[in-house]
């Protein structure tokens, strides 16, 4: 079997590559806006127009939004891949 998908690291990618604008809500309720610049395991660059690089540690990361749809992104292989859910008998 190969290598397991990596939806967060297919997802950071995507962005990454297309400059797709993202908003990134932090633990507290903090909201930063900008690019993915880059990512590794514990963190994420986020770069902003006018302002300096920001390195959020992906462990204080609550949600990541892109500014548009994103149609390939790995969530749909992982779809796919799910089971099968059958509704409860009456």
């Known amino acids: ?3 397991p998908i990596n939806v967060q690291d297919s997802f950071l990618n995507q962005v990454r590559k297309e400059e797709v604008p993202v908003t990134i809500y932090v633990m507290g309720g ?3 806006t900008g690019i993915v610049r880059g990512f590794d ?3 994420v660059l ?3 127009p006018g302002r300096p690089a920001e390195l959020v540690y992906k462990h204080a990361i609550c949600a990541i ?3 548009k ?3 390939n992104s790995g969530l749909a292989v992982v779809r796919e ?3 099968e859910v059958t509704e ?3």
């Open 41 to 43: 395991a514990f963190t």
């Open 69 to 71: 749809e994103l149609p």
């Open 81 to 83: 891949k799910s089971p």
């Open 46 to 48: 986020l770069e902003s």
């Open 1 to 3: 079997m190969g290598r």
């Open 65 to 67: 939004l892109p500014a």
């Open 88 to 90: 409860p008998q009456a």
């Open 30 to 32: 903090v909201k930063l």
